[in-house]
Nanobody
Framework: QVQLVESGGGSVQAGGSLRLSCEVSGYTYSKICMGWFRQAPGKEREGVATILTGVGVTYYTDSVKGRFAISQDNTKNTLYLQMNSLKPEDSAVYYC???????????????????????WGQGTQVTVSS
């Protein structure tokens, strides 16, 4: 059973940075899709970034390209999301998720097919003030 626990959220002013962490346990697969998603009040959950573990291929939604970076530390079984140049529109609850069957794998990268991600963390709040 895969368990995901996020941390690192908080409040920051526009232009600031935060690093989210997602500690993964029960994970024995060498290559799966893992991703960060976010959901703002009144909006649908959207994909932010994904990584194909063991390979390192990453994918980002257009609005965060050049500002966010997803990475993994296999020695710590931890997924990260480094968020720089934060904007008020980045405010949301951020979730990490795992697609252990790589059903979201598309041409060369893991996609944002929410239903393909079967394991989710509890979420961590990110608030960016202007």
């Amino acid at each position: 059973q895969v368990q995901l626990v996020e941390s690192g959220g908080g409040s920051v002013q526009a232009g600031g940075s935060l690093r989210l962490s997602c500690e993964v346990s029960g994970y024995t697969y060498s290559k799966i899709c893992m991703g960060w998603f976010r959901q703002a009040p009144g909006k649908e959950r959207e994909g932010v970034a994904t990584i194909l573990t063991g390979v390192g291929v990453t994918y980002y939604t257009d609005s965060v390209k050049g500002r966010f970076a997803i990475s993994q530390d296999n020695t710590k079984n931890t997924l990260y999301l480094q968020m720089n140049s934060l904007k008020p529109e980045d405010s949301a609850v951020y979730y990490c998720a795992a697609d252990v069957n790589v059903n979201s794998l598309g041409p060369g990268r893991c996609g944002f097919v929410t239903n393909a991600y079967t394991y989710w963390g509890q979420g961590t709040q990110v608030t960016v003030s202007s």
